[in-house]
């Protein structure tokens, strides 16, 4: 019923986050000579860009179940707009499915972003250690 209500509300709280936090940039040094060299740092992300990749994921999915919702009549564009706001009997299901459903599908999409990030950050570690041994190489 309104289930999509708590991936929203976190959805606000990490774009306000990710919208205030200072951005430090990307890095990246990059060297090019006559076509005969190349010399790269690894780039490293900045931790408020993996942090609008949770932000993302959380409105895409809070806009996906929103639209699910509407097409199923739960959602009008009308006050109370949550039917189950009119009957008291309905909003205490309605809060329920909000603490369970809800709840849970805001932690599993936390976690998926909290796998991408540990992916993110192994790759760019093993990035980092192989570059000077590429560039002893040459």
Request: a negative charge.
């Amino acid at each position: 019923m309104a289930c999509f209500l708590v991936p929203t509300a976190e959805a606000i709280v990490t774009t306000v986050i990710a919208k205030t936090a200072k951005d430090e940039k990307d890095y990246t040094d990059v060297n090019i000579d006559t076509g005969i060299e190349v010399s790269e740092k690894p780039v490293k992300m900045s931790f408020v860009r993996k942090l609008r990749w949770l932000s993302n994921m959380l409105w895409g999915g809070a806009v996906l179940l929103c639209f699910e919702h509407l097409w199923h009549g739960e959602v009008v564009p009308f006050p109370p707009f949550l039917t189950a706001a009119s009957d008291p009997a309905d909003t205490a299901v309605m809060l329920h499915e909000m603490s369970t459903v809800g709840v849970c599908m805001a932690v599993l999409i936390t976690a998926v972003w909290v796998g991408m990030v540990i992916v993110s950050n192994v790759i760019e570690n093993r990035a980092e250690k192989e570059a000077p041994a590429a560039s002893q190489e040459v």
